[in-house]
């Protein structure tokens, strides 16, 4: 009866995991857990998962270890410790419990067949949801509102839009007015979020062996159009770039050489902006990337103050108190009265861990696929494909190794991936 009752979580893990965090919208309402909710519930699922096995160390996981043990170290040259190993533990006992359970879970391949399909209903739910949603709000009398709460007619169910200004230019020449573009949340607390699930769906889906064609090129359709509608425009990146990457994993060195390669460049890019900062920006301004000014002025002042972390960091979870807020008078007056923290997973493990912490991140990946003799198997290459698509989402993002469910999902297809 017990083996029954793990075995139902292991299939339905990451639904669950995405589930606590769900916005309700109801009535003009918002119903969710709250933070100590969340957290209870998440670490009630991995308490649960978890058995003897799940304690067994692999030594294809090596570098996941060392990771966590840096993250962890940071913590003891925090200023505020106690806050620091508290967040450190609130994210890696979870973490590690469900990395560690599928690490070591046998049959591994077809528990991961069985978490994606419901993972990928999951998201049609989701989309469908969203859909529905916002056609009855757009033929309703009061139209679409955004940062508003919608109250449909469809059983006063609702969510929450966000606009995206101004996509195509200053103005729309034959209106004479400014376009607003709305995306939905749906249920997530933002439309980012959102975009991010739908982009894990579309390419579960690419890798899934067991669907028929007709079905895969449907869901390709309603995952497509639905990514494009949340005009997420770094996931939208993302998707276009993963054909090439697949491509590339055909050589499994080349493969390797381009996800270390692809953090420097990443830091390459941001000295560059900094450098050249107007002349750059008349660039973005064109294809219009949305309001990267303002976290670059955050990633210059990072990058200009790397003297104060590159060694030591300023301790796991604190870049935000630790650091931000005491460069805060340095930053310009737009960021008054914001809730900030360095929105690059890359830099603000460079900031809280230093740059051995950085350096075991860019090569967490890379040492899992090289221990891994089984890489070129599709179902094998679809879990580091899904770890790259939440590493990407991240240099533009701070979700991972935060109180996140992706942080989970990522503890999920990692223990895959180092599964033997």
Same mark, same amino acid.
Not at 135 to 146: A, T
């Given at each position: 009866?017990?083996?029954?009752?793990?075995?139902?979580?292991?299939?339905?893990?990451?639904?669950?995991?995405?589930?606590? +965090?769900?916005?309700?919208?109801?009535?003009?309402?918002?119903?969710?857990?709250?933070?100590?909710? #969340?957290?209870?519930?998440?670490?009630?699922?991995?308490?649960?998962?978890?058995?003897?096995?799940?304690?067994?160390?692999?030594?294809?996981?090596?570098?996941? /270890?060392?990771?966590? !043990?840096?993250?962890? *170290?940071?913590?003891?040259?925090?200023?505020?410790?106690?806050?620091?190993?508290?967040?450190?533990?609130?994210?890696?006992?979870?973490?590690?419990?469900?990395?560690?359970?599928?690490?070591?879970?046998?049959?591994?391949?077809?528990?991961?067949?069985?978490?994606?399909? /419901?993972? *990928?209903? $999951?998201? %049609?739910?989701?989309?469908?949801?969203?859909?529905?949603?916002?056609?009855?709000?757009?033929?309703?009398?009061?139209?679409?509102?955004? =940062?508003?709460?919608?109250?449909?007619?469809?059983?006063?169910?609702?969510?929450?839009?966000? !606009?995206?200004?101004?996509?195509?230019?200053?103005?729309?020449?034959?209106?004479?007015?400014?376009?607003?573009?709305?995306?939905?949340?749906?249920?997530?607390?933002?439309?980012?979020?959102?975009? =991010?699930?739908?982009?894990?769906?579309?390419?579960?889906? /690419?890798?899934?062996?067991?669907?028929?064609?007709?079905?895969?090129?449907?869901?390709?359709?309603?995952?497509?159009?639905?990514? $494009?509608?949340?005009?997420?425009?770094?996931? %939208?990146?993302?998707?276009?770039?993963?054909?090439?990457?697949?491509?590339?994993?055909?050589?499994?060195?080349? +493969?390797?050489?381009?996800?270390?390669?692809?953090?420097?460049?990443?830091?390459?890019?941001?000295?560059?902006?900094?450098?050249?900062?107007?002349?750059?920006?008349?660039?973005?301004?064109?294809?219009?990337?949305?309001?990267? %000014?303002?976290?670059?002025? *955050?990633?210059?002042? !990072?990058?200009?103050? +790397?003297?104060?972390?590159?060694?030591?960091?300023? &301790?796991?979870?604190?870049?935000?108190?630790? +650091? *931000?807020?005491?460069? /805060?008078?340095?930053?310009? #007056?737009?960021?008054?009265?914001?809730?900030?923290?360095?929105?690059?997973?890359?830099?603000? @493990?460079?900031?809280?861990?230093?740059?051995? &912490?950085?350096?075991?991140? %860019?090569?967490?990946?890379?040492?899992?696929?090289?221990?891994?003799?089984?890489?070129?198997?599709?179902?094998?290459?679809?879990?580091?494909?899904?770890?790259?698509?939440?590493?990407?989402?991240?240099?533009?993002?701070? #979700?991972?190794?935060?109180? =996140?469910?992706?942080?989970?999902?990522?503890? @999920?297809?990692? &223990?895959?991936?180092?599964?033997?």
């Amino acid at each position: 009866m017990i083996k029954e009752i793990k075995k139902i979580f292991l299939n339905f893990l990451p639904v669950l995991i995405f589930s606590i +965090f769900l916005n309700i919208y109801y009535d003009g309402n918002t119903f969710k857990l709250s933070n100590i909710q #969340s957290v209870i519930a998440v670490f009630a699922i991995s308490l649960i998962i978890l058995d003897k096995a799940s304690f067994k160390i692999n030594k294809n996981a090596f570098a996941v /270890y060392l990771f966590i !043990t840096v993250c962890f *170290i940071s913590c003891f040259l925090s200023d505020d410790f106690l806050s620091s190993v508290k967040r450190f533990f609130i994210v890696f006992l979870p973490f590690l419990m469900i990395f560690q359970t599928y690490l070591n879970i046998k049959r591994v391949e077809d528990v991961k067949e069985s978490f994606e399909k /419901y993972f *990928i209903y $999951f998201v %049609i739910f989701l989309v469908i949801y969203a859909l529905t949603i916002f056609l009855f709000d757009f033929f309703s009398s009061d139209g679409i509102r955004s =940062h508003e709460i919608s109250k449909s007619n469809f059983f006063k169910l609702g969510q929450f839009y966000y !606009t995206r200004k101004d996509l195509f230019g200053s103005s729309n020449a034959l209106l004479n007015q400014q376009i607003d573009i709305y995306r939905p949340s749906s249920l997530l607390s933002n439309t980012i979020g959102f975009s =991010h699930l739908v982009l894990l769906a579309i390419y579960m889906n /690419y890798f899934n062996e067991n669907s028929s064609r007709f079905k895969k090129l449907i869901l390709y359709f309603l995952f497509i159009i639905t990514l $494009f509608w949340t005009f997420s425009r770094i996931s %939208i990146l993302i998707f276009m770039l993963v054909p090439f990457l697949i491509f590339l994993a055909k050589n499994k060195r080349y +493969f390797i050489i381009f996800l270390i390669v692809k953090v420097f460049l990443f830091f390459l890019l941001i000295i560059l902006q900094i450098e050249n900062q107007s002349e750059n920006f008349v660039f973005l301004d064109i294809i219009n990337l949305g309001k990267f %000014i303002d976290r670059f002025e *955050i990633y210059k002042l !990072t990058l200009l103050s +790397f003297e104060d972390y590159f060694f030591n960091g300023v &301790g796991f979870g604190q870049g935000s108190e630790n +650091f *931000i807020m005491k460069k /805060y008078s340095s930053l310009p #007056s737009f960021y008054e009265n914001q809730n900030l923290a360095i929105p690059s997973v890359p830099l603000t @493990i460079l900031v809280e861990t230093g740059f051995l &912490g950085l350096l075991f991140y %860019i090569f967490l990946i890379p040492l899992v696929i090289k221990n891994n003799k089984n890489f070129y198997k599709k179902s094998v290459l679809s879990i580091f494909m899904i770890l790259i698509i939440i590493q990407l989402t991240q240099y533009f993002d701070i #979700s991972l190794f935060r109180f =996140h469910p992706l942080t989970f999902i990522f503890a @999920i297809y990692l &223990g895959i991936g180092c599964n033997k």
